[in-house]
Structure formats: structure tokens, C-alpha cells
């Protein structure tokens, strides 16, 4: 297999990608395990699927080096891609979870000439979930969901904590604060009760990014900053789960997490907080699965994880741009 001066050099930049995409995907040990580029793992693996049919076109056997970097990291495809599912069971025993970070509904106007509050109101009404967890609520500016008479709310506090919510058309018959130290996010719990049976509802707000424009990586000092600021915001999200952890070791319910992790399905974060429970989107979602507005780069940072106990019959993140984050809802049943 002869390749020309230019087909040589695109094979060297092509081989490290693969490389680097088996590493940041977890498929192989790697040394990435609170890294920024883990969020990017959609754009990595995009370079390397326009290099696949390159090679394709060209009819070069380099071809099969992205074929034996996919079989190796099979396991880890779906995390990032769900081909259409089957339709959706619908029988008495299912419910529906949206989770929702509402960016305070719009209460700064950053999204102009669109009355934010009434149109989410009218999703919530066209969509009916039983039970919602919305992420940085604000009281003030929120509409009446008057059809969930059952909520806790831990509203914006005086101190910087950001507002989170749970509102349920089932009984919440308890329900638990969950103060992260030093941060401005937080978490709670409710325990709901469904056709004579108990569970327990997370809803956790992870240390945010606080991506701003002077976020660059383009010169060697702003990328090391950028970094060095990542790995602290990484590991106050690692000491926020080992928090989770403890209080859910006292929980005797199978448990709904629903969260805005501000970190991707590739990370250590992701998958301790997966931990003995479902990602909805790999169970049943479609596509890429999107979460969150970042001009048209595809990111996934909200989840809905649930108990194997319960059924993922369908999972759907909605293009509504009411908020930097998209909505997402699963159908759970629940024999």
C-alpha cells in the first residue's frame, strides 16, 4: 500500500486520534480521568469517522484501523449513539420523569422577546411528566405548575445556592437537603409513593464549568490554566458524589437520579454515579442524545438514571431552546 506525501502525514494525525478516542472513551487504561477533554469526545470521534471514509474513498486499507479501534471500544458507543428503538409500552404501571436545569427561567433575559416561564409552563402541559426535577430554580420567576400539588423546593439562597426542585403528582412522603460544601450547587430528595410502592427521587446539581469567553486553549498558558481550572471543579464534583453516596446508603427505596453532572458520559464522575443503576438514554434514547446548547457542538450533560428494577421504555431530549439546557423525559414502568 503506497500512500503520497499528504496521505502520510494525514495517517500520523489519524493514528494518535484513534489512539487518544480508546483512552478518553475508557476503552483502554488512560491517565485522563479528570480532563477536559473528556467533553469533547463527540468532536474527537467525528475527525475520526471523516478520516474512516477518506480512507475509504481512497481505497486504503488504513481504513481498518478505525475498525479495530470501534470493536475495541464497542462497549462505549452507545454511550455516545442510540439507533431508533421500538415503540413505546403503554399500560397502566408507567410514569413519566422529565429533568429540566431552567437557567432561574430567564430570570436575567438572556433569551430576548420570548416569555420563558409561560412557554415552559406549556411544554410541562403538552409533555405531563409525574415527576419533574428542575435544576437552578427560581420561585420568583417560575410558573404555577399547578398540575403537582406534591414538591419540595430548595430555593435560591442568600448565600449563592442555586435553586433546585422536585414537584410529583404522586405523595412525597419525605424528603432530605443535600448542602455541597463550598459550592453553590446543591442536591435533594424526595421519597414518593406509586400504586402502594415507594421510591426515592435525586436531584442533584453537580459543580458547574463556568465556561466563559476568556476560556481558551489556544496558547500553552491559557490551556494549562483551563485545565488546572477543570481538575479543581472535577474533583469537588468527586467529593459532591462520595457525599451522595453517603446519605443514599441510608435509602431502603430503589432510586430516580436525576442530574445536571456538568460533565460528560466519558468521565469518572459519570460512571460512579451511574453506579447499579440504568442510563435512560443508553436503555432507550435515540441519536446523540443532546443536553445542553453549546453553539453546535453535541453535549450531553443531563441524566436520568434509574433503578434496574424499573423498565426504560422510551427516552427523548427536547429541541426547545427555553434555557442553555434541552429537556429530557423517560417513560418508566414499574411492575
Known amino acids: 500500500m503506497k500512500l503520497t506525501l499528504f496521505e502520510k502525514i494525514a495517517l500520523l494525525i ?3 486520534l484513534l489512539i487518544f478516542q480508546l483512552m478518553l472513551m ?3 487504561p488512560s491517565f485522563f480521568e479528570f480532563s477536559i477533554l473528556n467533553l469533547f469526545v463527540p468532536a474527537i470521534v467525528l475527525v475520526n469517522v471523516a478520516f474512516f471514509f477518506y480512507w475509504l474513498l481512497k481505497m486504503k486499507g488504513v481504513f481498518l484501523l478505525f475498525m ?4 475495541i471500544g464497542y462497549g462505549e458507543w452507545g454511550l455516545l449513539y442510540q439507533f431508533p428503538r421500538t415503540a413505546e409500552r403503554k399500560d397502566a404501571n408507567t410514569f413519566k420523569v422529565m429533568n429540566y436545569n431552567v437557567r432561574l427561567f430567564n430570570r436575567y433575559g438572556w433569551i430576548k422577546d420570548v416569555d420563558v416561564p409561560k412557554r415552559m409552563q406549556n411544554f410541562v402541559d403538552q409533555e405531563q411528566p409525574d415527576i419533574i426535577c428542575l435544576q437552578e430554580y427560581s420561585k420568583k420567576e417560575a410558573p404555577k405548575f399547578s398540575s403537582y400539588p406534591y414538591r419540595y423546593i430548595q430555593p435560591i439562597q442568600s448565600n449563592g445556592k442555586s435553586g433546585v426542585a422536585i414537584l410529583s403528582k404522586f405523595p412525597i412522603i419525605n424528603s432530605g437537603y ?3 460544601a463550598n459550592s453553590s450547587n446543591s442536591g435533594i430528595f424526595s421519597d414518593i409513593e406509586y400504586r402502594g410502592k415507594k421510591a426515592r427521587i435525586y ?3 453537580l459543580e458547574s464549568l463556568r465556561i466563559d469567553l476568556q476560556d481558551t486553549l489556544i496558547t500553552k498558558v491559557n490551556s494549562e490554566r483551563l485545565q488546572l481550572k477543570f481538575n479543581q471543579v472535577f474533583k469537588k464534583q468527586l467529593e459532591q458524589i462520595k457525599q451522595f453516596q453517603e446519605i443514599d446508603k441510608e435509602n431502603n427505596y430503589p432510586s430516580i ?7 460528560s458520559q466519558f468521565s469518572k464522575i459519570y460512571r460512579l454515579l451511574r453506579k447499579n443503576h440504568l442510563d435512560t438514554f443508553v436503555e432507550a434514547g435515540t ?3 443532546t443536553t445542553f446548547n453549546f453553539s453546535f457542538f453535541p453535549l450531553r450533560i443531563d441524566f436520568i438514571f434509574s ?3 424499573f423498565q426504560v421504555n422510551t427516552f427523548n431530549s427536547y429541541d426547545i431552546k427555553l434555557s442553555d439546557h434541552l429537556p429530557i423525559i423517560t417513560t418508566l414502568a414499574w411492575d
Open 14 to 16: 489519524n493514528i494518535p
Open 26 to 28: 475508557g476503552s483502554v
Open 68 to 71: 479495530i479501534t470501534f470493536l
Open 178 to 180: 443535600i448542602n455541597f
Open 203 to 205: 436531584n442533584l446539581h
Open 257 to 263: 437520579i436525576c442530574t445536571d453532572l456538568n460533565n
Open 287 to 289: 441519536g446523540l442524545g
Open 307 to 309: 433503578d434496574p428494577i
